[in-house]
Structure formats: structure tokens, C-alpha cells
């Protein structure tokens, strides 16, 4: 299960998708997050879902890599769908004991609702796998920038979700080893009741807890001895400027939000 956590990870490439700066990668997804809670019918999330197979066909991203990343909300999935199909009120599908308490507006709203979670799933895998962590924070800073003149600190949020994207990998790759050391101890996960599996888990937590503690005390050493400030005065390696790419990027997300929103206006 842990091996199936991929969020954070940064699959490096040359693609059209790679090269484009983060900030518009950035701003194409929040597009596309409008556009998924603006989709109404299927015309509409099969006009989102195809923008989407196609920014995965350029990125060069296998489609194995997102879908395994969703086997870690497949619990979260299935319930939304159950809550929907029992709870939404409508036109039973059958007279039957079970199914007349299953509604085809249910039906339909469970479908949706499944697409809309894993679209907006992959859609923010495939920005994350195809984009550095760094180049996230870079991004992330020269969006929020207008905010320091309300003295809000961007570069110290933006550094903060950067090294939690960045150590995310790693703690799954440390919480494993831990695992893998207890059960060659003899230790059990994965028999007996919850209560017993949480206590199981213990033993776990515990390393976890210090390992994590030790690593953000070296990366804050490392930090000051080389004199790190914050963002006042800081530069940038590479700087981030737009291409006719990004332009074409934005404009096609743009146009997909445009034409969603029409689309629910003829109820498609």
C-alpha cells in the first residue's frame, strides 16, 4: 500500500509538458479544477476528460503510474459512491428490497462524482510528476508575490509546502524499511481487530516520529549554515519567463472553462 502513495514524486523528462514554466502548469490546473465543478453532463466531463488523456499523452506519463496512485483513495471513492447512490433522492431503479432505496439520479450523481474525484486525482498527479519541487516553489512565489506588499510570507509558505512535498517520498520509503525491519522481528499488521492493528502500529509511529524530528533539525542546520535569510534579496537560478507554449497552454484551458460553462447552460 505504502508503494502506491506516489504524490511528490518528480518524474524528470523533456516533454512539451515538462518544459512549460510551473506557473502556467499551476494555473492550468486550477482551470481545470474550475472546469470539473462547473461540468454538469456527460458532454461536458467527456470534453474535460479528453483535454486531460492528452496533456497525459504529451507529458510521456504512463497511465499505469497516475492509476496507481489512485489505489490509496479507493476507500474514498467508494464510499462517495454508495452515500450517493443510497442517499439521493429520485425514481427507484427497481422495486426490489435492496435497489428501491437506489434512484437513477443517484446513479448518475455517483458516476459523476467518481469521475470528477479521479480526473481531479490524476490532473494533480500529472503537475507533480512532471514538475520539481523546486520549480513548484519557484512558481508558487511569483504568483503569490502580490501578497508581500500585505507583508503575508509567501517564500516561507511556498519553502514550507516544497519541503513537505519533497519528504513526502521519503518518509514513505522510511515508514517502509521500519515496517519490513519489525515483521523480521516477528512483528504482526495485519491480523486481529482495529484495535489491535492500531497498537500493532505503534512500534511503527514511534521511529517514524524520530527519523522525521532528526531529519528537520539537519535540514534546519544546513539551512543556517548557509546563512539562509528568507526571500528578501534571494535570486533565482533559472529565471521563469513565459513562451508561446505557455500562451497556447493557458488559452486551451481557458477555452475549455469558456466552453463548459456553455455547456451547462444547454444542460449538457
Same mark, same amino acid.
Given at each position: 500500500m505504502l508503494k502506491d502513495i506516489t504524490l511528490g514524486q518528480y518524474f524528470p523528462g523533456d516533454t512539451p509538458i515538462h518544459r512549460l514554466d510551473p506557473r502556467t502548469k499551476l494555473l492550468c490546473l486550477i482551470l481545470f479544477i474550475v472546469a470539473l465543478f462547473? #461540468?454538469?453532463?456527460?458532454?461536458? &466531463?467527456? %470534453?474535460?476528460?479528453?483535454?486531460?488523456?492528452?496533456?497525459?499523452?504529451?507529458?510521456?506519463?504512463?497511465?499505469?503510474? @497516475? !492509476?496507481?496512485? +489512485? $489505489?490509496?483513495? &479507493?476507500?474514498?471513492v467508494a464510499f462517495t459512491a454508495v452515500m450517493n447512490l443510497f442517499f439521493t433522492p429520485g425514481q427507484a431503479v427497481s422495486q426490489l428490497p435492496?435497489?428501491?432505496?437506489?434512484?437513477? *439520479?443517484?446513479?448518475?450523481? #455517483?458516476?459523476? =462524482?467518481? #469521475? $470528477?474525484?479521479?480526473? @481531479?486525482? =490524476?490532473?494533480?498527479? %500529472?503537475? !507533480? &510528476?512532471?514538475?520539481?519541487?523546486?520549480?513548484?516553489?519557484?512558481? +508558487?512565489?511569483? %504568483?503569490?508575490?502580490?501578497? /508581500? /506588499?500585505?507583508?503575508?510570507?509567501?517564500? *516561507?509558505? !511556498?519553502? =514550507?509546502?516544497? @519541503? #513537505?512535498?519533497?519528504?513526502?517520498?521519503?518518509?514513505i520509503e522510511e515508514t517502509d524499511k521500519i515496517m519490513s525491519a519489525q515483521k523480521a522481528r516477528g512483528a504482526d499488521f495485519e491480523s486481529g481487530n482495529i484495535l489491535r492493528r492500531a497498537k500493532a502500529l505503534v512500534p511503527i509511529l514511534v521511529p517514524l516520529f524520530v527519523g522525521?524530528?532528526? $531529519?528537520?533539525?539537519e535540514l534546519a542546520t544546513a539551512m543556517e549554515s548557509r546563512c539562509y535569510h528568507g526571500g528578501e534579496g534571494r535570486t533565482a537560478l533559472h529565471v521563469l519567463r513565459y513562451r508561446p507554449a505557455d500562451y497556447a497552454a493557458l488559452a486551451a484551458f481557458v477555452l475549455l472553462v469558456a466552453a463548459v460553462i456553455v455547456l451547462r447552460r444547454f444542460g449538457l
Amino acid at each position: 500500500m505504502l508503494k502506491d502513495i506516489t504524490l511528490g514524486q518528480y518524474f524528470p523528462g523533456d516533454t512539451p509538458i515538462h518544459r512549460l514554466d510551473p506557473r502556467t502548469k499551476l494555473l492550468c490546473l486550477i482551470l481545470f479544477i474550475v472546469a470539473l465543478f462547473c #461540468a454538469k453532463w456527460f458532454v461536458s &466531463y467527456a %470534453l474535460v476528460l479528453a483535454l486531460l488523456l492528452v496533456a497525459i499523452v504529451v507529458s510521456g506519463v504512463k497511465l499505469k503510474a @497516475l !492509476t496507481k496512485g +489512485l $489505489r490509496t483513495v &479507493y476507500i474514498i471513492v467508494a464510499f462517495t459512491a454508495v452515500m450517493n447512490l443510497f442517499f439521493t433522492p429520485g425514481q427507484a431503479v427497481s422495486q426490489l428490497p435492496v435497489l428501491n432505496h437506489i434512484t437513477w *439520479e443517484g446513479v448518475r450523481t #455517483a458516476a459523476f =462524482m467518481v #469521475a $470528477r474525484i479521479v480526473m @481531479l486525482i =490524476m490532473g494533480s498527479f %500529472l503537475l !507533480t &510528476y512532471t514538475t520539481s519541487p523546486i520549480a513548484l516553489t519557484n512558481a +508558487l512565489d511569483r %504568483l503569490l508575490s502580490p501578497l /508581500k /506588499k500585505l507583508h503575508f510570507p509567501v517564500h *516561507e509558505l !511556498t519553502l =514550507m509546502m516544497s @519541503l #513537505a512535498l519533497r519528504f513526502i517520498p521519503t518518509l514513505i520509503e522510511e515508514t517502509d524499511k521500519i515496517m519490513s525491519a519489525q515483521k523480521a522481528r516477528g512483528a504482526d499488521f495485519e491480523s486481529g481487530n482495529i484495535l489491535r492493528r492500531a497498537k500493532a502500529l505503534v512500534p511503527i509511529l514511534v521511529p517514524l516520529f524520530v527519523g522525521a524530528f532528526r $531529519r528537520a533539525d539537519e535540514l534546519a542546520t544546513a539551512m543556517e549554515s548557509r546563512c539562509y535569510h528568507g526571500g528578501e534579496g534571494r535570486t533565482a537560478l533559472h529565471v521563469l519567463r513565459y513562451r508561446p507554449a505557455d500562451y497556447a497552454a493557458l488559452a486551451a484551458f481557458v477555452l475549455l472553462v469558456a466552453a463548459v460553462i456553455v455547456l451547462r447552460r444547454f444542460g449538457l
